[in-house]
């Protein structure tokens, strides 16, 4: 009983690591020269504004929904037509879903420390390609 009883300490002290480090990335949201900030948009027209850390693969953009907050990621799937600011410049984009080889690829070109993982409880990863609109 002692040896459950530890597990579920253990257990229960990683989830609050995991909810405190998820939090804070939420709340502080830290930019640097490898983050873009994505604006998505509501079905009001509502806009959203997270920090996401800018990807590339291939010679294309991508960001990824790497933790288990994801409310930017559902809204660029409802609405992929995205704003981007990135490098002092804001343009318009296209969000598209990854799956496939090409997520493996980008997947396997960006990949995560194992430690962030840990601090992130493990969540399931996806990507979003962005397609510049600048050319329609």
Known sequence: MT??????IVILV??????????LIGYVQPASESTLV??????DGTAHDRVVSRLSSD???????????RAWYKRALENPEVRVSLDGQTNDYR???VDG???????????????FRILTGFPPRY??????????
């Open 59 to 69: 010679g294309r953009l991508y960001v990824a929904a790497n933790h288990w907050p």
């Open 14 to 23: 990683y989830v609050g690591i995991v909810v405190v480090f998820e939090s």
């Open 95 to 97: 969000a598209v879903p």
């Open 101 to 115: 080889a090409e997520h493996e690829r980008v997947d396997s070109d960006n990949s995560l420390p194992f430690f």
């Open 3 to 8: 040896a459950l009883k530890i597990a579920a």
């Open 127 to 136: 990507f979003v390609r962005l397609d510049s609109r600048q050319a329609e």
């Open 38 to 43: 994505i604006t998505t948009f509501d079905a």
